[in-house]
């Protein structure tokens, strides 16, 4: 998984579905852990904005297929209406590649399948409320490694030459699942020196977070799918 690093203190959720039982069932689980807390509910897309922005959440759990307005045009809308501090985390009960990838262009941090366990939803919830992104390995692969290169790219080509070549390698770690302490391992340098390059790459390339800079790294030509790690 990119993003390893989890929220500590009480993480303020929001969880938004069309399936009353599903919500339900989500806020009832979440509700047992100590460190995370239910700020909202809501039923559809357009209720979900609203409740984000009088609870203001760390986190929104959103499902993607949602009436009145789906969950990508929802994470849109409270990402930009909380000027980035809240956090979003993707649920469908569908593996379209179409569907992740406009989840991860519209700024969500995370996405899993309904399917997945409850340790699998908790250490979800965690990493993308600390601001990490968390998508799994078979994502990284098949979303972005397919369809960056079948859509018109969002960063002009000329964008990997503002990069230095130190923030180009950094940001290649980055889409290969590295950590800020591995990518400093592999490159013998510093945390602080890894973090200086993320915050300077992010800056000359308008990245939000570490999903963003793992489709860049693809939509710039830096990665390929099926690269290998080593």
């Known amino acids: 998984m990119i993003g390893v690093e989890e929220q500590s203190g009480v993480i303020r959720t929001l969880v938004a579905d069309d399936q009353a039982v599903v919500r339900t069932a989500f806020v009832n689980l979440l509700n047992t852990q100590e460190d995370i807390e239910i700020v909202g509910e809501a039923a559809d897309g357009v209720e979900a904005v609203r409740v984000a922005a009088e609870t203001r959440p760390d986190l929104a759990l959103l499902d993607i297929r949602m009436p009145h307005k789906n969950g990508i045009e929802a994470a849109r809308e409270i990402l930009s209406g909380s000027g980035g501090a809240t956090k979003v985390l993707m649920l469908t009960t569908f593996g379209l590649d179409e569907y992740v990838y406009d989840a991860l262009a519209a700024g969500a941090a995370g996405f899993l399948l309904k399917d997945a366990t409850f340790p699998e939803l908790l250490h979800a919830v965690r990493v993308v409320a600390a ?17 960056v290169h079948a859509r018109a790219s969002r960063l002009p080509v000329h964008c990997a030459g503002e990069l230095t070549t130190r923030e180009a390698e950094v940001l290649i770690l980055i889409a290969r699942g590295l950590s800020n302490a591995e990518i400093a391992s592999r490159l013998t340098i510093t945390d602080h020196t890894v973090k200086t390059h993320i915050n300077r790459l992010f800056a000359k390339l308008e990245l939000r977070d570490r999903a963003q800079a793992v489709i860049a790294a693809y939509e710039l030509g830096l990665v390929r799918a099926g690269d290998r790690t080593e």
């Open 131 to 147: 601001g990490n992104a968390l998508l799994s390995p078979e994502i990284t692969k098949r979303v972005i490694g397919e369809f």
